[in-house]
């Protein structure tokens, strides 16, 4: 066992498929000589070498469209959009290419690309640094989507996109990236994708969250305890594919929930994950599903920033409210 942060636990994913697949290969804007913006590929280059792990030019449509071409010649990219506010100009590729290559060969090609995106607010960045769009890559038929929240769940989870043969957008919580320290195994292991994790067994109300929101969640919880509610707690890890069983099962036993998510509210996660709830649990509920939300405007500059980012005070608000609907 290693203490490793998230950035630390994506690293050593890395190191372990480039070591035993020669079909892995690693590029993006500056990940080669200086190991990415965060650092997440540090090193890499020099133990792997300039044709394995790379620095692209600065255009993410060139990025994605030859990771397309890759993969369907039989390698395994895995790519790095700087930030995910860059990712925009891949999108094209993603969505006509990347995600619909195996339903437009009939299943003759694949696509067993990773892509890498540092995601969400919370570190004072500019424009285009701060947003949370996950739900638009989870409405995507053909990708999968998956965000982790801890370093044990970010090394498993990377391993695990890697060897899958679909896309999968690999959502990194940047606000966490350094905040949190956990012992992982130096081992190669994989975490299922599509599998949510019960983190904490309550009796009073679920609450559903993933990434940097786990944390804030948790902070919540202690409010929570000291006035007598019980929460459970599901980390989502996937959000696509979501799992929808965890989710109906604990709604069914606690009659409550309550999703916390950094994007804006509106055709969300979140939305998503009080759907299921109706239809899975409707005659279980003692209370309207409820979501915890960013707003529906564009993530403000630093200085408007912390009007915008989900407080545990906020969120157990929502918790003490819906437990006594």
Do not use: C, W
């Amino acid at each position: 066992m290693k203490v490793m942060t998230i950035v630390n636990a994506v690293n050593d994913a890395l190191d372990i498929k480039l070591g035993d697949d020669r079909n892995v290969i690693v590029y993006g804007e500056d990940v080669g000589v200086e190991g990415g913006v965060f650092r997440v590929t540090e090193n890499l280059q020099k133990k792997y070498g300039v044709e394995r792990v790379f620095d692209s030019p600065l255009a993410e449509d060139g990025i994605m469209g030859t990771a397309v071409g890759m993969a369907v010649a039989g390698l395994r990219p895995v790519v790095e959009m700087q930030f995910s506010g860059f990712a925009y100009p891949a999108f094209n590729q993603i969505i006509s290419h990347a995600s619909r290559m195996r339903n437009r060969s009939r299943g003759k090609y694949t696509t067993p690309i990773v892509v890498r995106m540092p995601y969400g607010g919370g570190i004072n960045a500019l424009e285009h640094h701060s947003e949370s769009m996950e739900a638009i890559y989870g409405h995507i038929p053909g990708l999968k989507v998956v965000i982790p929240s801890t370093p044990h769940d970010a090394k498993g989870l990377m391993i695990a996109a890697i060897e899958s043969n679909d896309t999968v957008i690999f959502m990194e919580p940047k606000r966490i990236y350094r905040a949190i320290k956990q012992e992982v195994s130096e081992d190669k292991f994989s975490i299922p994708i599509g599998k949510a994790k019960v983190l904490s067994k309550g009796s009073d109300v679920t609450v559903v969250a993933y990434g940097a929101m786990i944390r804030e969640v948790q902070k919540a919880m202690i409010m929570a305890k000291n006035a007598g509610i019980s929460v459970e707690l599901i980390d989502l890890r996937t959000i696509y594919p979501i799992d929808r069983e965890t989710i109906a099962e604990s709604v069914k036993k606690t009659g409550r929930v309550i999703t916390v998510v950094e994007s804006p509210g509106s055709f969300s996660v979140a939305s998503e994950i009080s759907q299921i709830a109706n239809e899975e649990a409707f005659v279980y509920l003692e209370a309207p599903p409820k979501r915890v939300t960013g707003f529906d405007t564009i993530v403000p500059l630093p200085k408007g920033e912390h009007h915008y980012i989900i407080s545990p005070e906020k969120i157990f608000y929502e918790i003490e409210r819906t437990v006594k609907f």
